[in-house]
């Protein structure tokens, strides 16, 4: 089991920056995925972005452009940038880790709230 914990949350105008970080309790580089998934009330759970082993990345069409998901293997650590960001882009955002055998993890989510 992998233990998540998010940081970086908060409060920001429209067309402000955020960067979220996910720390990983084991060496991210022996995860086979880690990605971030926002929910806002009343909607389901959706992607937002995920990194690979390999270094892949792919994203929702709402945040390509605008948000960049990286990693630091040193610090096991997966990070979320996010630019530009909109009202829309209000919601818990919840760190997530895929195993090589299909163990699934979440942490606990931190708040974004987009507002003037």
């Known amino acids: 089991q992998v233990q998540l914990v998010e940081s970086g949350g908060g409060l920001v105008q429209p067309g402000g920056s955020l960067r979220l970080s996910c720390a990983a309790s084991?060496?991210?580089?022996?995860?086979?995925?880690m990605g971030w998934y926002r929910q806002a009330p009343g909607n389901q759970r959706e992607l937002v972005a995920t990194i690979t082993k390999g270094g892949i990345t792919n994203y929702a069409d709402s945040v390509k452009g605008r948000f960049t998901i990286s990693r630091d293997i040193v610090k096991n650590t997966v990070y979320l940038q996010m630019n530009s960001l909109k009202p829309e882009d209000t919601a818990v955002y919840y760190c997530k880790s895929q195993t090589t055998t299909g163990g699934i993890s979440w942490g606990q989510g931190t708040q974004v709230t987009v507002s003037s």
């Open positions: 084991r060496n991210i580089f022996s995860i086979n995925v």
